[in-house]
Structure formats: C-alpha cells, structure tokens
C-alpha cells in the first residue's frame, strides 16, 4: 500500500500526469489508454450531455461530434475569465468548475488504481503564469489552488515544475540545468546534483511562451490566409478597399481562445465580410469553420504539421475538415523562419538563467529536456548553442515532473 495519503499532480497546458510513492518509489497512474499521461482536454457532448475528458474528449472531437471542445484552459488561470460563467449543457460553469472536474477526474483514477483515498496534492506549476512581474501571477497560483480544492483537496501545495524535474532527475553529480518546454510556457532550473542528496536547486527561471505559441504563430501564418487573412473587402460606401481584421483570426489560431468564437455575433460579422470580400471563397471557407465548429480541428492539423516538420517528414497541413483537398505548406524552413523569435527568446532565457546563478556556460554539466515541445528540433538547436560542451538528456521527457511532484510527497 502506498505511505502517504498526498498525490503528485501534473496539470499541464496539453497534459496532465498523476503519482503516488508505494514502498518508496514513485508510481505514475496509468490511464485508459494503458499510458501515464492524460490529455487535458474536455468535450461537452450536446446529444448524451456527457462531459468527456482526455481521449475521449479529443475523439469525440475528431469523430466530428456535436458538442463544445476545450483544450488549454491552464492558460486562462489568473484572468478574468476563469470566474465568468458560460452555459455548457444544462449548467451555468466557471473555469473553475471546469478544472475542478479534471483534477477530481485525475484524483479519482488514482485513488482506484492504489485502493485508497487522497486529501493533500504536490501540485506542479510554471515558474511564471504570466510574467515575473505580471500582477496576475498570484491570482494564477490562487485561481488553481481553488480548482484543487473544488475537486476535493484539503492540503494544497506548489513546487515549481522544472524543479520537481531536478529532483526526479537522478543523474550523476555536478551542475544540471532543466529545459522544461510545456504547452504553455518555457521553464529553466539549473540544480547542484549531489551524490546520494537531494538536488540544490540555484535558480529557476521561466518565459511564458510554450507549444500552443508555436502552433499559433504557424496557424497564423499559414492556414489563416486561406481563410482571408490579409486579403481586402470592398468598402460598403463609396469605393476603395480596407483590409480584414486580424483579431478574429488571432483567436481561430489560439487553442483557448476558439471556444468564444463559436457566437451568433461572430458568425454574423464574418457573413457581412464575406458580401464585401475582394476574395469571396476565402470567407466562405472561415464561414464554413464557424458554422462546423472546426477551429479546433484546424489546431490538431496545425500540431500534427509541426510535429511532422520537425522529424522532415513535412508533408503540410491538411485542411480537408474545411473543403476538399485543402492543404497550407510547411516545411522544416517554414517552421524555422516563422518561430525564430522563440528562438531568440529561448537563447535569452537560457543566458538569463545563467546569469542569475552567477555561472558560465562551460560549467554546466548536462542539460535535461522536459516536455513534449522540448522535443522541437530549434530547442535543441537554441539549447546546443549555448551550452555547446555539456550532456544533452532526453530519457524522461513526458514524465519527469509528476516523477518529482511525487518524490517531493515524501519531503
């Protein structure tokens, strides 16, 4: 039986992984799919007015279900938003509630799979929500602790994510930096790994730029103009042109923020672009993306082209879902030159760490990558680039951080 009534949870942007330490060791629950990871994504199924999470939700989605479909909603902590309450089935919800039923989800299939109950969570959270001096960065950490007691969680505490990375780390003595690259947002920790100890954490360091940022900036560019971005409509009186508004195509190119779009409003604005459009079959596609309700199915395109890209496999982003035989191009080149300021920014946050440790770049060790988007090939690129000398580590990319949330339980 496991010694501890605390769990390790992992709510992350894209997703989540839950632990709890038997005989010592930690244990990563599995999941339906028979993996330790679960989607954080949520589907409200119109017809059985269920409410789907993980896997199901995203095939639900997929499967072309009607229902509403969100995804990154740990993005929305600290605004607004969270506290707003919209109408999903038969209730009126905050985003609170929304979280609530994932973490209780989480909670439930641990406690099932290790045959007892859980009062207290680890839980991990990016060095900055939003920004160091950001004032919404307490409002974050107080709007996610109130999820995690909603979901049933009478001790709630916080370890920085790509801290719990250090310490589930293991690896051998010396100076050891974490690049944890998530959905949302890009963490640095560099750690003091000391024989038969516990890590001496130095420095954390983080940027709020993440995966769903890179698919954004490549929706933006790509996929977008083949829904009328950048194209003209025709002035309604007198003549001349004016150009369509960026802000819609700003949203249909952020996970969070397709959900809003899906109103009468909207859908009446884009039909009055449409009459006036230079490029008419342009706005008829965002037409059609507003009445199917196929921003989401876009972004899954749009991920699936950039992981595709970066193994040069590219083969674009296919955006049949819309119109037959519709695809946007991107290659290896393309996904460089459109994310080179996160490059850039990357390259910053690396030096930035190292200069609040006080330490070169030639007295780092090894460099351990956490993170799915960790694996794009311009991280490693950034990463290699200043630390030229020192070990590169991939061997626990997806779970490191509930490993250590788990591990620190027992602390």
Known sequence: MPHSNALGIDFGTSNSAVGYMRDGVPQLTQMASGQTTLPTSFFFDFESRATLIGDPANKALLN???????????????????????????????????????????????????????????????????????????????????????????????????????IADGGAAGLGLIVDIGGGTSDFTLFEQRENATPKVLVNHGVRIGGTDFDQAISFAQVMPLLGKGSSLKREFGSGTTDTPNAIFHDLSTWEKIPFLYTAQTRRM??????????????????????????????????????????????????????????????????????????????????????????RPDQVDRVVYVGGSSLMRFVSEAMHAVLPHAEHSYTEVFTAVAKGLTLATER
């Open 64 to 166: 072309g279900d009607e229902g509403r479909y969100m995804r990154a909603l740990k993005r929305v902590l600290g605004t607004s938003l969270m506290h707003e309450k919209r109408q999903l089935l038969n209730e009126r919800l905050t985003f609170v509630d929304i979280i609530a039923r994932f973490l209780r989800e989480l909670k439930s299939r641990a406690e099932v799979e290790a045959g007892q109950s859980f009062d207290t969570v680890v839980s991990g959270r990016p060095v900055v929500f939003h920004g160091a001096d950001d004032p919404r960065e307490q409002q974050a950490e107080d709007d996610l602790r109130q999820c995690y007691e909603a979901a049933g969680f009478k001790e709630v505490s916080f370890l920085a994510e790509p801290e719990a990375a250090a």
């Open 270 to 359: 884009v039909a009055d672009m449409a009459k006036l459009a230079a490029e008419p079959e342009k706005l008829s596609r965002l037409e059609t993306v507003l009445t199917d309700e196929l921003g989401h199915d876009i972004a899954f395109a749009v991920e699936a082209g950039k992981v595709a890209a970066n193994k040069d496999t590219a083969a674009g982003i296919s955006l049949g879902m819309i119109e037959r035989g519709l695809s946007a191009p991107l290659t290896v080149n393309d996904m460089n030159v459109l994310l080179l300021k996160f490059t850039e920014q990357l390259f910053m946050g690396v030096q930035d760490t190292l200069r609040l440790a006080g330490l």
